[in-house]
Antibody, heavy 118, light 107 residues
Framework: QAQLVQSGAEVKKPGASVKVSCKASGYSLTTYGLSWVRQAPGQGLEWMGW????????NYAQKSQGRVTMTTDTSTSTAYMELRSLGFDDTAVYYC???????????WGQGTMVTVSS | DIQMTQSPSSLSAFVGDRVTITCRASQGVRAYLNWYLQTSGKAPRLLIYVASTLHTGVPSRFSASGSGTEFTLTINSLRREDVGTYYC?????????FGPGTKVEIK
């Protein structure tokens, strides 16, 4: 069945960058959009943006704009989200999810915990 | 940006109770409204899409309705496995905003 499997937890220092991967299996990555959503400890869900793996077009939330880059490698069915200039408030679980256009997010990765700590 | 609100922010009900959660959008989102459930420590999972369509495998005790700016999610006969936080989300326009969540507990 279709699933998304994310890379493992990361600990980063303030000012560093992190790159989280999300490998799709059981479906063609290029057939659906791929979104990234984060959740700070004890908080709600925050949409960061999405990528259309078919043509590489992206749409980022204004809050993330300038610090985030979403890419895909269709040869390995893997999506990536890179976040730069990390601050303490970037500490969160980062999820990838299938969807991004008008469709609902029907499959989610297991989440990747990113901790920003000095 | 479209702002999503949910009420109540939390509720406690008995097993077997009927539970209703409301989601409101600051602007019309037509029927592009989805509902998710997040149980402790896990990724959210899709329950309802385009306002009223049950996702595959979601029990029929869940139902939803609405259009435009006001939406409801109803759980008929609450079960222990329904405990968690429910989020609405609009996918009508960017950014794809989520509501703040409604935490459901068992009395």
């Amino acid at each position: 069945q279709a699933q998304l499997v994310q890379s493992g937890a990361e600990v980063k220092k303030p000012g560093a960058s992190v790159k989280v991967s999300c490998k799709a299996s059981g479906y063609s990555l290029t057939t659906y959009g791929l979104s990234w959503v984060r959740q700070a400890p004890g908080q709600g869900l925050e949409w960061m943006g999405w990528i259309n793996p078919y043509d590489g077009n992206t749409n980022y939330a204004q809050k993330s704009q300038g610090r985030v880059t979403m890419t895909t490698d269709t040869s390995t069915s893997t999506a990536y989200m890179e976040l730069r200039s990390l601050g303490f408030d970037d500490t969160a679980v980062y999820y990838c999810a299938r969807g991004g256009d008008i469709r609902a997010f029907d499959i989610w990765g297991q989440g990747t915990m990113v901790t920003v700590s000095s | 940006d479209i702002q999503m609100t949910q009420s109540p922010s939390s509720l406690s009900a008995f097993v077997g109770d009927r539970v209703t959660i409301t989601c409101r959008a600051s602007q019309g989102v037509r029927a592009y409204l989805n509902w998710y459930l997040q149980t402790s420590g896990k990724a959210p999972r899709l329950l309802i899409y385009v306002a009223s369509t049950l996702h595959t495998g979601v029990p029929s005790r869940f139902s939803a309705s609405g259009s435009g700016t006001e939406f409801t999610l109803t759980i008929n006969s609450l079960r222990r496995e329904d405990v968690g936080t429910y989020y609405c989300q609009q996918t009508y326009t960017n950014p794809r905003t989520f509501g703040p969540g409604t935490k459901v507990e068992i009395k």
